[in-house]
């Protein structure tokens, strides 16, 4: 579900300034909390700029701002909005980089400690991390927004390698069938590299069509890699 203010949001985080308020220290990778100016409201970002980012030998380098956006994307084309807005901005105060609104959650309740009805709401998750090729789910990666309970992944800056990286923390549904009406938008699978032709090489645009397919057509059981 979409929240209310969603174009608000969009339109601040796409044209408002934005400076820095703070630092978040656990991670690989610079990251920023922000905030954002539009039309006389502030709103709260995570920038993420591409130079902060720590090569790794298995993804190309300054790229995965850019994978953060192309997540946002998938997520949308799919109907789960399970990941915040997210837009690529070359004016940062370190450069060019992904900025992402911001969700106020527990850090303390994620999925190690959710409740069985709430791991019920992951399916979705699970399949868009599938057809990601999501390389990074950790438990601390999914939460649910505080006040209206709407579910959101982030962390997706390691997505979308041209081979199987699939690494999550989410076996719930493994050996299930996936639900119909999960897999009602991979009919349209065939159109998303206009999607991601701004943000991934194009064998990394290719990767996600195929598996869409193999899922539409076989139902394949969900099965996730540790």
Not at 201 to 216: G, L, S, Y
Request: aromatic share 14%; proline share 7%; net charge negative.
């Amino acid at each position: 579900m979409l929240p209310q203010n969603s174009q608000t949001i969009q339109a601040a985080l796409t044209y408002g300034d934005y400076e820095l308020k703070g630092q978040f220290m656990l991670g690989s990778n610079y990251t920023f909390f922000v905030d954002v100016q539009h039309e006389g409201k502030t709103y709260k970002a995570v920038y993420k700029p591409s130079k902060g980012e720590q090569p790794l030998w298995d993804f190309p380098d300054n790229t995965l701002a850019l994978r953060e956006v192309a997540a946002y994307q998938l997520s949308e084309a799919l109907g789960f909005h399970i990941v915040p807005f997210t837009t690529y901005r070359d004016d940062g105060p370190y450069g060019p980089g992904s900025l992402q609104q911001y969700i106020e959650y527990d850090i303390e309740h994620h999925y190690f400690n959710f409740t069985p009805d709430e791991r019920e709401t992951l399916r979705p998750v699970v399949l868009f991390d599938i057809l990601a090729n999501n390389a990074d789910r950790k438990g601390s990666h999914i939460f649910f927004e505080e006040g209206t309970q709407t579910l959101y992944g982030i962390d997706h800056g390691i997505c979308f390698h041209e081979e199987n990286k699939l690494r999550t923390v989410i076996w719930d549904f493994s050996g299930q069938e996936i639900p119909s009406d999960l897999l009602a938008p991979l009919a349209d699978a065939e159109n998303w590299s206009d999607l991601f032709e701004q943000y991934l090489n194009p064998r990394e645009i290719r990767a996600p069509a195929p598996c869409a397919d193999t899922v539409k057509i076989k139902n394949i059981p969900i099965e996730t890699g540790r």
